[in-house]
Nanobody, 113 residues
Framework: QVQLVESGGGLVQPGGSLRLSCAAS??????????MGWYRQAPGKQRELVAT???????NYADSVKGRFTISRDNAKKLVALQMNSLQPEDTAVYYC?????WGQGTQVTVSS
């Protein structure tokens, strides 16, 4: 079973930046072939897609984060990252890394002054 371990969450002021990382415990070949994604769930809300990236680097973003967030991957290192800029209080949520149908444990991002 694939394990996904997220890191990089924390508390940041509005307008600030954070970079989330996710390490996958799988082969580089399997990782390279997998769609990787970030989802988030805010308190009292449904889990929602933030961004995805294919093995070849094609990306897709939720409208709410376009122009502020950037997803990237390093297939050799089996890492996927989410660079989050211009963070706003509404970005506060638990962020989850996904690889196909596998999910990480989540990392908390809190945007507050």
């Amino acid at each position: 079973q694939v394990q996904l371990v997220e890191s990089g969450g924390g508390l940041v002021q509005p307008g600030g930046s954070l970079r989330l990382s996710c390490a996958a415990s799988t082969s580089a070949i399997m990782f390279s072939a997998s769609l990787m994604g970030w989802y988030r769930q805010a308190p009292g809300k449904q889990r929602e897609l933030v961004a995805t990236i294919t093995g070849r680097g094609s990306t897709n973003y939720a409208d709410s984060v376009k122009g502020r967030f950037t997803i990237s991957r390093d297939n050799a290192k089996k890492l996927v990252a989410l660079q989050m800029n211009s963070l706003q209080p509404e970005d506060t949520a638990v962020y989850y890394c996904t690889m196909g149908r596998n999910w990480g444990q989540g990392t908390q991002v809190t945007v507050s002054s």
